[in-house]
DNA sequence: CTGAAAGCGCTAACAG
DNA sequence: CTGTTAGCGCTTTCAG
């Protein structure tokens, strides 16, 4: 059952397969008669056209790579989503690849997706560690980041402003009258993650608060972890008032842990999250957060990357994206007395 | 930046070009010390393999097309996730196309993804509407299908048994006593859920129970349009026990206007889900459901997928995985005097 | 064991 | 306006 070609129409027309080209192709100088025909012929036998042919010729593939750790997460399955959609949008089909935070499989499925010829790759690194290795190869493929963790790296990346989400937060707990606010969930090895506590430092020492954290030593979020770590912690008695976590994810691993141990959220604890993840919405959890614009940063990835795509003598460039405070129900003002 | 071809190292090394592609495949007929030589060249010059020219000869490109309505859905993107996965170890990867449940658009990622010549497509059908216009494509490329939608149509699929699903469900209400069983969100225009439905009325017929349906009109289930209906049924004075909900998304709707309307659930209705989305495993959610067996799904459908791809011979093959019971906290055992 | 040559389906000069 | 030709990077006979 061989496929169709370009060659069967001309036969079949009677012209040579370069007129077929022409015809398929928005060529002006064709005659409408001519075209009629082929384009008749094309539907009659079913022709499409050969996109690994045109690749090879063209020297493009209009494909993209996406590198995500997972797509079974809400916040990249959500960003793959909109990336897709909008790619698609732009004549680029997606080819998506899983890491499972592997950072073999980062350089594996990067050398993959280049052998590929795709025309670029937006890539969310899980790691802060240097790309060494990846260099000579993201040298020779349009690549933007999608994560402040590859800051120093002399390429294209775009992401929140991680360190003012945080500091908008702490603002906005402080503001409700907390003064004892734990960062949960700090994770040393990610610079995504040290601007976050940075943010909230920063937030404490303007305002004249005690910064206080709570580690994670998990290279990434989990509900699990969440409820480990918010389980250790309520083992004791409570000093705080409120508790910014590093990720929605180990926010909803506390909840959990506080329902178990009867810590009422906002009542006993005022609980803030960071992304905004699609749960954190759900009528039950309800949380108040920091939330990642992930549509934009979808479509100004891509764009980003079709800009250098095109012109590929531009500079880098790096998008940091404004958070925004998403008010729900899980921080409460707290009266004046309670202080 | 021309990349490195095989005629560059060919050069290098001062063989023909024919001798490095024998080189780079595990051809036998080749010395050991010219072997040695292009490998090292290779590396010396960073030679990667072009896949697109090779996809050109070869006449396969080791690509699985993904056809789903959208990833930003717990169920879709868990089964995504699942599918690149196993797809990626098998040696292919995935091009995902997304179709937001539009009808038209699916027949254009299909064509799409005809054209990129992948080797094959899983395809999770939004409707149950004839694919005629899709059959001659259908034809030409090895496709399974991930739904009993296309059950009728002549193609390979696999599904979870929905039938046995809700009549799984409906038994297990009925041994918690339960005599009064909701049927919530029936859509008439999908065979997966003209099977549910199905399932819960064999299951009231062999018990001696009276069904009884609140139908959606919506063409795809959401956390929205389970509120959304879940408000109407509560408006007027509670007349069941408990009930089943075509899915998830619709059960955790309820669960909200429940909490709105002062319904406790489980101790003044319980409540069954269908899926067993990630959600559905939240601490606060905790919802009792009927799972699909999702990596099972994946992995089978890929593997069906590779079958019809390396033998285009074999006939057609359905499967049908079993559901199974997930037990948490959204159902109640009745003490008989409730009934 | 290795080289020469054909060809996968298509586009793009280059001629007419 | 249309046909001829070369060639994209690679695999694979077919000869040595």
Redo the contacts with the bound molecule.
Sequence with gaps: M??V????I?KAV????????????K?????????EKVLAACREYG????Y???S????KTEIIGLIVSSMDNPFMSELSDYIERYAREKGYNLMVCTTSHNEKQEDEVFRLLVGRQVDGIIFFPSFSTSYDNLKPFIDGVPTVFMSENLRDLPESYIAVDNREGTRLGTEYLHRLNHRKILYFGRRKHSTTHQLRAQGYMDACRELGMEPSFMDSDHPFSSIQKGYALARELFARPLAYTAVAAATDSLAIGMLQAAGEAGVRIPEDLSLLGFDDIIYAGLPVINLTTIRQPKEAMATTAVDMLLDRINNPMTAYSHIILAPSLVERGSCQRLSCQNN
Tied chains: 1, 2.
């Design positions: 061989r496929k070609t370009i060659k069967d001309a009677g012209v040579s397969y370069s007129t077929v080209s022409r015809s398929l192709s060529s002006p100088e064709i005659s409408l008669e001519t075209r022709y499409t056209a050969n690994v042919a045109k090879m010729v063209m020297g």
